[in-house]
């Protein structure tokens, strides 16, 4: 057994409608990841500045999802903390 799961659901489509928001929304997930909330702002400010239909907005929160369900390599380092 892996750790991805091979099973794919059907009522979704395996493509997003809109390629470029699913794009911004899997770098909006790493910049969270790695705490740049320079990247994540102007990721904001370039969703805020074009219209946003439903189906961008769906392929953008899928982009996202799809790069949170990868688990982290590594642990973030304990610092100053007691164990």
Excluded: C, W
Aim: proline share 7%; glycine share 8%; aromatic share 8%.
């Amino acid at each position: 057994m892996g750790f991805f799961s091979r099973k794919t659901d059907n009522s979704e489509p395996s493509t997003p409608s809109n390629p470029a928001m699913a794009e911004l929304g899997r770098d909006y997930a790493i910049a969270k990841r790695h705490g740049d909330r320079k990247a994540m702002n102007r990721i904001t400010r370039e969703i805020g500045k074009s219209r946003v239909t439903d189906a961008d907005g769906e392929s953008f929160r899928r982009g996202q999802q799809a790069y949170e369900d990868v688990p982290p390599a590594y642990s973030k380092p304990r610092r100053n903390r007691r164990r």
